[in-house]
């Protein structure tokens, strides 16, 4: 079993910067990769951005790119996600995520623990 915590959600302007972190716990814990998710208000969860764990390989969603930054820290079993230049639209409850094995990296389903989310909420 993982568990998964989401923290650094916030309050922050237009324009602003924001870090989260998620960290996992769990016996002999290792994952393929992990990535972050967000959900609006009454919107479908969106894929943001995705990390291999070994390799270090990231990717990002076209909305984000060049703004959001996925890194991690393997002796702390810990991904974090730095937001650069928010905007009004980045508003959303940010859902961590981690999977075993998988060749997706860009769908909900490929992913097998979840953590319970973050608010971010960018407003001025």
């Known amino acids: 079993q993982v568990q998964l915590v989401e923290s650094g959600g916030g309050l922050v302007q237009p324009g602003g910067s924001l870090r989260l972190s998620c960290a996992a716990s769990?016996?002999?814990?290792?994952?393929?990769?992990m990535g972050w998710f967000r959900q609006a208000p009454g919107k479908e969860r969106e894929f943001v951005a995705a990390?291999?764990?070994?390799?270090?390989?990231?990717y990002t969603a076209d909305s984000v790119k060049g703004r959001f930054t996925i890194s991690r820290d393997n002796a702390k079993n810990t991904v974090y996600l730095q937001m650069n230049s928010l905007k009004p639209e980045d508003t959303a409850v940010y859902y961590c995520?981690?999977?075993?094995?998988?060749?997706?990296?860009?769908?909900?389903?490929?992913?097998?623990?979840w953590g319970q989310g973050t608010q971010v909420t960018v407003s001025s």
């Open positions: 990390i291999r764990w070994s390799s270090g390989n990231t």
């Open positions: 769990g016996r002999t814990f290792s994952s393929y990769g």
């Open positions: 995520a981690a999977q075993k094995q998988s060749s997706t990296y860009d769908r909900s389903w490929a992913y097998d623990y």
